[in-house]
């Protein structure tokens, strides 16, 4: 059974910055990304990076804020959150699969895998 383990999260001032980190126990996953949920809300994708080519996707509000990427030799996959907003405030999720295609990177149904989440908290 694949692991997902997720680091960094924590309390963090409106502008300010928090580094995400998630390790899998499997070095073969091809599609690894975020997702969060916000209280009282559904879980929404944040971000996708594509291990061959390393091609990433965003959620549009993230975009120009947040960077994903990953190190395939260290299993390894980050979320660079920059310039954060109260909005941001939710728990955060890697999320990771072998057979997700684009059409289906926002439906968090299409990933087999999933970490336990971290808490990530924004003060305005």
């Known amino acids: 059974q694949v692991q997902l383990v997720e680091s960094g999260g924590g309390l963090v001032q409106a502008g300010g910055s928090l580094r995400l980190s998630c390790t899998a126990s499997e070095r073969t996953l091809s599609s690894m990304g975020w997702f969060r949920q916000a209280p009282g809300k559904a879980r929404e994708f944040v971000a996708v990076?594509?291990?061959?080519?390393?091609?990433?996707y965003y959620q549009d509000s993230v975009k120009g804020r947040f960077t994903i990427s990953r190190n395939n030799a260290k299993d390894q996959v980050y979320l660079q959150m920059e310039n954060m907003e109260p909005e941001d405030k939710a728990v955060y999720y890697c999320?990771?699969?072998?057979?997700?295609?684009?059409?289906?990177?926002?439906?968090?149904?299409?990933?087999?895998?999933w970490g336990q989440g971290t808490q990530v908290t924004v003060s305005s």
């Open positions: 990076v594509w291990r061959s080519g390393g091609k990433t």
């Open positions: 999320a990771a699969g072998n057979t997700i295609i684009l059409s289906q990177i926002y439906n968090p149904n299409a990933y087999h895998y």
